[in-house]
């Protein structure tokens, strides 16, 4: 691996003088829908993030890094080092967040090199083993695997594989739960990532950070001597209460987020592990709202400026006195598996697209020729020294109009970035880096959960989602003869037990279920009633545009045998079924 030895060698002599010779620990933050202007260090008028100030200002901003423009994508370059098609990330639901299997993890290896590995809340990289966390080099798991969950208090959650039901505000438990790991472990090294659900909707937050908030208006920031643009910049559309209320609950929603990268930070001081802990702290994508974002251009989804440009901020108190305090080298979420192997002197493969940026950090190089390269829905955008290259091949000097409201005419660099992209999406994006037909795996290994959700579903008849975006929703209107079915590789031959969650009323008591899988069946009945009410809408600050929530209860059926000749599962319901039933996921356990 280039670089390696030297730059392992630079830090073991940086941290020679000091009593602890440990490994260092690691901690990636990693916050969702979150942007560059969501904070007060990077000039938000309204967020006080003292925490993430402290974190900045005693370690290193990065100033000009950039992630995917949406969630799945960034994730996946965060823990392979490569570019998101390579690793099979297409999509954000139905299958095709899965990271594929060729592809090793920065957990792996950090797990092959003795380190305790942890992951807390959102993973939204694949919900079946093997493509399951704790089967991707972590061996603690708390949290969900879809790309969004409905409920942010009393949440359901997965430990290991299995649901359970959280207590409090979802991102205050995860990051308890990070604590909380981080003590039990003594002396061994760590590798944690703590995936923070916020500022995702659903805008739901408790009082205390809401308070602040709920109140405010634009003309409040007028009397601190901001414009009136400035002042509606910062709240979105003010003439609009939905989204003035959308932006007022992210605000709420980061100001709780930096309470909680002060706990963590807390922690790591009262377990003595703060100077040996390298923490990261980053957005996923741009904000999901029209709110402050430095006159960016563009937000969430969007390859514009406004869309990927992420605050990184790197503290390893260790070395934080040798390093630059601001790096303006453009840098990417691809760079982050490479720069901690770096530090952690872990070996890894030469094929991945990111870099280390320890050179960045201790100002031994710099990289005046780099491209960074955005890519979502078959749009690509570039960024080159000052320069943005747009999807429509554009060209815009970033550094001076960051809106990019003013093409500049320099057909040398045009002509330059034009070839560039063209040979990037030869390369990245062809049709040999894309599977978005493949099958959902069930294993017996571990003794794992083989969760096929509603959302990855495929149906027939007259059933329906609960609601267009697939993450979190429940299939309805489930009547006769209609069937949900997914493709299905199986990797270990066998019975497996049968699990459904439903919501039943009076008139389908006794209906026949069939679950069925190429040339095998087995027939269960709705045994009992059970229904739910619509919730969710309880808790939100504002509507939100995702699924609301209904509980389900869960039969049991014979077990079914399958085989690696199974290539589908079906659930459809009998010639004697009557009413309507709902349906959130089927749950397959591998009898031995």
């Known amino acids: 691996m280039k670089n390696i030895l030297f730059w392992t060698f630079t830090l073991s002599f940086l941290v020679s003088c000091s009593k602890i010779n440990d490994k260092p620990n690691f901690v990636i933050i990693l916050t969702d829908d979150q942007g560059w202007g969501d904070l007060e260090l990077t000039g938000n008028p309204v967020l006080e993030t003292p925490n993430l100030n402290k974190l900045a200002n005693t370690g290193s901003l990065f100033n000009s890094f950039y992630v995917s423009p949406v969630c799945s994508p960034t994730r996946s370059e965060i823990l392979t080092g490569n570019h998101h098609p390579r690793t099979g990330v297409t999509d954000v639901s139905e299958g095709r967040e899965r990271i594929n299997l060729d ?59 299995e649901f359970f039901k959280s207590e409090g505000y979802l991102t205050d438990y995860i990051t308890n739960n990070t604590i909380d790991f981080i003590k039990a472990n003594g002396d061994s090294p760590f590798f944690v990532f703590l995936s923070i659900n916020t500022p995702h909707s659903p805008m739901q937050i408790g009082e205390r950070w809401w308070n602040k908030f709920e109140s405010m208006s634009p003309e409040d920031l007028l009397l601190n001597n901001l414009s009136s643009e400035d002042s509606d910049k910062a709240f979105g559309t003010s ?24 706990k963590i930070m807390k922690s790591l001081v009262e377990t003595k592990k703060h100077n040996n802990t390298v923490v990261i702290f980053l957005g996923d994508n741009g904000p999901n709202g029209n709110r402050w974002n430095d006159s960016l251009k563009g937000r969430k989804g969007s390859t514009d400026e406004g869309g990927v440009k992420s605050p990184l901020i790197f503290n390893y108190p260790k070395v934080n006195d040798f390093l630059d305090k601001e790096i303006n080298h453009l840098s990417s979420s691809i760079d982050i598996m490479p720069t901690l192997l770096d530090i952690a002197g872990i070996d890894h493969s030469n094929s991945i697209d990111g870099i280390s940026l320890m050179p960045f950090l201790l100002n031994k190089t710099s990289n005046k020729d780099r491209i960074i390269y955005s890519h979502w829905k078959g749009n690509v955008s570039l ?9 429509d091949n554009n060209l815009f000097n970033v550094e001076q109009d960051q809106s990019q409201k003013f093409p500049v005419e320099n057909e040398l660099i045009k002509k330059y970035l034009i070839e560039k992209k063209r040979n990037w999406i030869d390369e990245v994006l062809k049709p040999s880096n894309y599977n978005d037909k493949r099958p959902f795996t069930i294993s017996g290994k571990l003794n794992v959960n083989n969760v096929l959700p509603a959302r990855d579903s495929y ?11 697939p993450n979190d929703s429940f299939l309805t209107n489930w009547n006769m003869m209609d069937s949900i079915y997914w493709p299905i590789e199986v990797m270990d031959d066998g019975f497996y037990s049968v699990k459904l969650f439903i919501n039943s009323n009076k008139k389908s008591l006794n209906s026949d279920i069939i679950v069925s899988s190429d040339n095998t069946n087995v027939i269960g009945k709705v045994n009992r009633v059970f229904t739910s009410d619509l919730r969710g809408m309880e808790h939100d600050r504002v509507p939100r545009i995702e699924s609301y929530l209904k509980d389900f209860q869960s039969i049991d059926l ?29 749950v397959l356990k591998f009898n031995n």
């Not at 792996?108 to 919900?127: I, L, S, V």
């Not at 080159?384 to 290259?389: A, G, N, T, V, Y």
């Not at 149906?459 to 975006?469: L, P």
Request: hydrophobic content about 30%; proline content about 2%.
């Open 103 to 161: 592809q090793k993890l920065i957990s792996d290896y950090f797990k092959e090199n003795n380190y305790k590995t942890a992951f807390f809340g959102k993973w939204h990289n694949g919900q079946q083993y093997p493509y399951h966390p704790n089967s991707r080099g972590f061996e603690e798991f708390i949290g969900y695997c879809s790309g969004h969950i409905g409920e942010y208090f009393d949440a359901e959650l997965e430990h290991n594989g």
């Open 239 to 262: 003439n609009n209460n939905s989204l003035f209320n959308h932006t007022k609950a992210a605000y709420a929603m980061i100001e709780n987020i930096d309470w909680n990268v002060g």
């Open 383 to 391: 960024r080159f020294k000052e320069f943005r290259l747009d999807k």
């Open 459 to 469: 149906f027939s008849g007259n059933i329906k989602r609960s609601n267009r975006y």
């Open 558 to 586: 014979e077990p079914i045998y399958l085989t690696a000749q199974s290539n589908y599962l079906s659930i459809k319901r009998g010639n004697n079924s009557l009413g309507n039933l709902d349906f959130k996921r089927v």
